[in-house]
């Protein structure tokens, strides 16, 4: 008999170590109960067009002409295409290497980063180069290769929030790298104190660890919180003092659901703060095709961009983008639409506006209704969803019911979860998927499903909630007589 | 609201240092770029004491390691001339460069297959299906399949994230065109769609690498995808090399040799990259060498990886292609007999759609316990773009006898195929006429591989320049007339030969001066450096 080629024992043990609850038990039950015919709401990953959110016309008309040019020749083409996505179509077409069968440059193509670089400028007040942006397929991509740039060994630590989107610890397993978490304040909506920063570097430092980034998330996944100015140029004065590269997730930067504190990049502020500090601290940014308004999460487009990096580490990432050749090119044009919007006066504009404040509009209310009603339920705590897409209730399990989850051999939240998940279909992620201070418990939703169905589902999720609790405290009671 | 009460931020640092187990880190040897900054930094140390976090002796030491020739220092000169011209055109001895360096047919002018850029576009803006005036615009077949997938996607949202193996309809159709193809099953369950081919093969890399001590056999030459993500992934490449005085012939018994001899050296051999058709070497394996491979597989214990991405590029009559799944069944091996991951893509082919990064591997013989790591492993990323999946389901199920876009459809592939096998032929007999110049015929894949007997002046006016020899005869090439090969170097090969790679792709109407030019170089260069 041969030998087993490829066993479990034998696979890479870094691989084994990943986890990433986003699509794990949870979304695994969910899906076996879905083909037993049960209705499933998902709301465990941040997918609005999987639960109803319409693409803007505008972008998908303009990528369907590049993808089918023979349409451009047809004197009919203008029956059914605005005159602007054609002229749109023409423009990205031209920008290509070849159309959108051949490979671009690997960091994408020159002309749609240069329409980001524009981008840029116009929101942050200051110049961007096109030569430091990279476009990749999807942002999570990009967060790994910077992430592989960095890590060199599990010697070399990376802060990332708790609670923190699992791509995070996930990559860092799988790179073989050291996790150095420093924790959000719940009751103070999820804020970031800086005397928690330097705690968890102190204590990583005293186990030899080498911390080399800083991971933030703004607006937070799965908090929703978004960083007053004053709370980014503490972590930019912090990175400064303690020699990090500062990686900034702003993938959620057009979800801003309230108006005390509006989305400010992290260049802004680190241009902001003037040299040497603007001209010294190592930054990343990332932002995506995915979220925001448009939601276009099955292109995979996405792009980071380089502040402060050494010319020829700058090349070294290229060279490293070179080997998977180039990113998808439908996605690019996506990006392209994205960072450069219809303006006043095209002929697309006024539907364009219209469909996106729809969007934008209904998600702020979304968050409310969402918030207000795990507020309502019974041992359940939650803060104000910010921005993003999620909820993350926390969630007080009796003792009963921890003991219970004890009993089917289950971390309590993801009993919780799964018990919630078979009485009402709505599939969640458990807190522990994202990290949370010991003993307090949580689960992420979306704010997602459409809004004519969020009545049905909070009073659905009212209602189990609401039992469970009875449950275990009357168990909790009568076992105390 | 009820009010939350933590506990102090002491006790939760020292609850999160309980669920860390940490030693110290290793001694400094063991990272070869070690920054200057001290295993404990002090917190108060100023950024100007220090190495910047990311810079080039504090990255990722594997990051520096790896290549890509494919993109590298040549393609980096011709954009340079390029940017030369465009200012200045007649700054050098041609007017534009011609990338003959990368297999991205469609930048060179090849065109897309009609039908499957109908249904794309239909998927991508499915509003239209609804409207009248469509019908007048595409063929009704192309609607016909846009419903049929968009009807496989979950509220037809092709924006949203998919599975993480892919749309399961879509990988039914697929699994249905393996099995057409090879006669034998296909499970839609084994099948994981990629941005492209070459994340799978980044992810069966990550799977199989546990440390410098596992090694992966790959032909030499070989395309440095795999050189570099075995650097990439801190594993061992161990070499086999191709004959190339036999047609880069594959002999079992260089794999024999080459695994003992790193065996004996304390390396675990994991797996066997196998290129068919070869890259950049061209050749289409016989189904008997296919067959003793397996065997070899299997005997060994190594995991199979077959990048089987040419499979719709064979020029040669007498050759035929034969997946290894189809070899190994038709063998009586199944599951239990060999682990094997085959490589499809979008991007080659007929149809050339690089851009749009669409593939799969189909994964079969492993343990359940190891394919939920696989699964997960995708999972993070979530999932290859829809685009792309649908694409790869298209390249699978393309329009049969009798669909409205059959002809169309027929004509533009064999119009495809039959060119590239035209150009492939004229381009080996250009290369054979050079002096000193030989070269293998390319039964398949998009690529010539000729070898150059250098002189001896040429291999010291390289050294003078700091250039493997080949390199220099690359750019001196580059530099005369604008044609962008790949040095040999950079995919391997016997020490002391001397190679480039040149694509087959450009426009069929270019060829001929592309070769006079070539010629004219080649000739110039023997003058000046013959002995």
């Known amino acids: ?481 | 609201m009820r009010r939350f009460v933590i506990g102090s931020a002491r006790s939760l640092i020292e609850r999160s240092r309980q669920n860390y187990q940490f030693q110290r880190p290793l001694l400094s040897s063991s990272y070869r770029l070690l920054s200057s900054t001290p295993a404990v930094d002090s917190p108060s140390s100023s950024s100007s004491t220090m190495a910047p976090p990311v810079a080039l002796n504090t990255i990722n030491p594997k990051v520096i390691e790896c290549e890509y020739a494919v993109r590298g220092e040549i393609v980096t000169l011709a954009q340079k001339l390029q940017e030369e011209i465009n200012t200045k055109p007649d700054a050098h001895p041609f007017e534009e460069i011609l990338y003959c360096n990368i297999g991205n047919p469609q930048s060179l002018g090849q065109h897309p297959i009609t039908f499957f850029r109908e249904v794309l576009a239909l998927c991508d803006h499915p509003t239209i299906l609804d409207k009248s005036e469509t019908q007048g615009l595409f063929s009704a077949d192309s609607i016909e399949r846009a419903w049929k997938i968009l009807d496989q996607i979950p509220g037809r949202a092709t924006g949203a994230y998919s599975h993480s193996q892919g749309i399961k309809g879509l990988r039914d159709t697929i699994a249905a065109g393996i099995e057409a193809r090879d006669g034998f099953p296909a499970d839609p369950n084994d099948i994981f769609l990629t941005d492209g081919a070459s994340p799978a093969v980044h992810m069966m890399m990550q799977l199989l690498i546990r440390s410098e001590k596992d090694g992966i056999l790959c032909p030499i030459p070989q395309y440095p995808l795999y050189s570099a993500s075995i650097a990439l992934h801190g594993g061992t490449l161990v070499p086999y090399y191709l004959d190339e005085a036999t047609g880069w012939g594959l002999e079992v018994s260089q794999l024999k040799k080459q695994l003992e001899t790193s065996r004996s050296m304390g390396i675990t051999v994991r797996a066997l990259v196998v290129i068919n058709p070869g890259n950049p070497t061209g050749q289409v394996l016989a189904e008997e060498n296919q067959k003793a491979i397996v065997e070899f597989c299997k005997q060994e214990g190594l995991v199979l990886l077959a990048d089987e991405v040419y499979q719709e590029n064979v020029y040669v009559p007498e050759k035929k292609f034969h997946s290894f799944k189809k070899v190994s069944r038709s063998m009586g091996y199944g599951e239990k007999d060999l682990s094997l991951v085959s490589f499809q893509s979008v991007s080659k082919g007929y149809y050339g759609e690089c851009g749009k990064r669409g593939g799969y591997m189909e994964v079969t013989g492993f343990g359940a316990d190891v394919r939920e790591q696989i699964y997960k492993v995708a999972s993070v990323n979530l999932c290859s773009n829809i685009s792309g999946q649908i694409l790869a389901s298209l390249v699978m199920s393309p329009p049969k006898v009798g669909d409205e876009s059959y002809e169309s459809y027929s004509a533009e592939r064999d119009g495809i195929l039959s060119s590239l096998a035209r150009r492939a032929k004229t381009l080996e007999d250009a290369f054979n006429k050079l002096e000193g110049v030989t070269c293998n015929k390319a039964e398949g894949a998009m690529y010539l591989f000729p070898r150059i007997d250098l002189p001896e002046k040429a291999i010291k006016a390289a050294e003078a320049e700091k250039k493997a020899p080949d390199a220099y005869y690359c750019q001196r090439l580059l530099t005369a007339t604008g044609i962008v090969v790949v040095p040999g170097s950079g995919f391997g090969q016997v020490p002391g030969t001397w190679h480039f790679r040149c694509t087959i792709l450009p426009q069929e109407e270019k060829i001929p001066a592309i070769v006079t030019r070539l010629t004219d170089f080649h000739k110039s260069f023997m003058d000046e450096f013959r002995g």
């Open chain 1, 1 to 481: 008999m041969g030998l087993k080629a490829l066993d479990y024992e034998t696979l890479n043990e870094n691989v084994k170590k990943v986890q990433y609850a986003v699509r794990g038990e949870l979304y695994l039950r969910a899906s076996e109960l879905q083909k037993e015919g049960k209705k499933i709401i998902f709301t465990n990953v941040g997918n609005p067009h999987a639960l109803g959110q319409k693409p803007l016309t505008f972008p998908r008309q303009v990528v369907a002409l590049c993808q089918a040019p023979f349409l451009l020749d047809d004197p009919n083409v203008g029956l059914l295409f605005p005159a602007d996505a054609i002229a749109r179509a023409k423009h990205y077409l031209s920008l290509t290497s070849g159309g959108l069968g051949a490979y671009s440059d690997s960091r994408g193509i020159p002309g749609v980063r240069k329409e980001v670089a524009e981008f840029i400028e116009r929101r942050d007040g200051y110049p961007s180069d096109p030569e430091l942006i990279f476009l990749t397929d999807g942002a999570s991509k990009g967060v790994m290769q910077i992430l592989n740039c960095i890590i060199r060994g599990e010697g070399d630590g990376i802060l990332v929030p708790v609670p923190q989107y699992p791509l995070y610890s996930a990559t860092i397993s799988l790179l073989g790298g050291s996790l150095v978490p420093y924790y959000l304040e719940e009751t103070a909506n999820w804020g970031l104190d800086v005397n928690n920063l330097r705690e968890s570097v102190a204590q990583a430092r005293f186990k030899g660890i080498t911390v080399r980034a800083m991971v933030i998330i703004n607006p937070g996944n799965p908090t929703g919180q978004c960083l007053s100015e004053a709370n980014l140029r503490e972590i930019i004065n912090f990175c400064y003092q303690e020699n990090l590269v500062l990686l900034g997730d702003e993938v959620y930067q057009q979800n801003i659901y309230q108006d005390e504190r509006p989305f400010i990049s992290a260049r802004k502020v680190l241009m902001d703060m003037g040299p040497p500090i603007s001209k010294e601290v190592q930054l990343v940014s990332f932002h995506t095709v995915s979220k925001g308004y448009w939601g276009e999460c099955g292109q995979r487009g996405g792009y980071f961009e380089m502040t402060n990096l050494p010319p020829q580490t700058v090349d070294e990432i290229y060279k490293i983008a070179s080997i998977a050749l180039s990113p998808n090119v439908p996605a690019q044009i996506f990006m392209g639409l994205m960072v450069n919007p219809l303006k006043p006066g095209d002929i697309s504009y006024e539907q364009f506006v219209r469909e996106s404040q729809g969007i934008l509009e209904s998600l702020r209310r979304r968050a409310r209704i969402m918030t207000d009603g795990f507020n309502s339920c019974k041992n359940v705590v939650c803060n104000f969803t910010e921005g993003a897409m999620y909820s993350f209730p926390q969630i007080r399990l009796p003792p009963k019911a921890m003991e219970a989850a004890k009993q089917a051999g289950k971390v309590p939240d993801v009993f919780y979860c799964l018990k919630l998940l078979e009485a009402t279909g709505i599939s969640t992620v458990p807190g522990s998927g994202f990290g949370q201070k010991e003993g307090v418990f949580h689960l992420r939703t979306t704010i997602l499903p459409a809004e004519e169905d969020m009545p049905a589902i909070m009073s659905s999720f009212k209602k189990f909630n609401d039992e469970f609790m009875d449950q275990y405290e009357d168990n909790w009671n009568h076992s105390r007589m």
